[in-house]
């Protein structure tokens, strides 16, 4: 499935691939993984680039959350 890259790591904007129901991808320049979302909202989906997932954000990983938050700040909190 291809994948909206927007890292907030390096700003890396482009596409990558994954596989359908993975919950990351790394981003292709910084290698840092990234959590996928539906690109429109909507299981299936495309956008209008073609994607079916959008990755912009960290992916958060319960024993990384502290340094994520120094990092991101109170943004980078699971809601």
Known sequence: MDV??????????????????NN???CPDYKEKLYNKYATGVSG????????YL???PMIFKDRMEQDVEM???SAEIS
């Open 4 to 21: 909206e890259v927007l890292c907030p790591f390096c700003g890396f904007n482009g596409k990558t691939v994954t596989r359908w129901g």
């Open 24 to 26: 990351f991808c790394k």
């Open 45 to 52: 989906e495309k956008n209008k680039i073609g994607c079916v």
């Open 55 to 57: 990755a912009d954000e």
């Open 72 to 74: 991101f700040g109170e």
